[in-house]
Nanobody, 123 residues
Framework: QVPLVESGGGLVQAGGSLRLSCTASERTFSRYAMGWFRQAPGKEREFVAAIAWSGGSTYYADSVKGRFTISRENNKNTVYLQMNSLKAEDTAVYYC????????????????WGQGTQVTVSS
């Protein structure tokens, strides 16, 4: 098990910033690729960003490229999502997820999921 706990969500005005954190309780966290996904009401869960276990490779959805940054600190079992220049369309519940395999931009390969944290961007 790699229980994941997200934090850092909240209400922010358009153009503002938030930093999400996701902490794993498992010390083997460093062996997992990590991803961030989001789900808005009435929509399917969609890929946001992912990072390889080493932190050496990162991937982003086109909709967030240049505004969001994913990073990780393996010594703290934590992955981050820095979100800048937020837009109303970024409003969603954000989930972190872990996979023992390679990074992926679909939900299927991810084995473990957090409970989600709400991000609301007011326009």
């Amino acid at each position: 098990q790699v229980p994941l706990v997200e934090s850092g969500g909240g209400l922010v005005q358009a153009g503002g910033s938030l930093r999400l954190s996701c902490t794993a309780s498992e010390r083997t966290f460093s062996r997992y690729a990590m991803g961030w996904f989001r789900q808005a009401p009435g929509k399917e869960r969609e890929f946001v960003a992912a990072i390889a276990w080493s932190g050496g490779s990162t991937y982003y959805a086109d909709s967030v490229k240049g505004r969001f940054t994913i990073s990780r600190e393996n010594n703290k079992n934590t992955v981050y999502l820095q979100m800048n220049s937020l837009k109303a369309e970024d409003t969603a519940v954000y989930y972190c997820a872990a996979t023992p395999g390679n990074v992926a931009d679909t939900t299927t390969p991810y084995r473990y999921w957090g409970q989600g944290t709400q991000v609301t961007v007011s326009s």
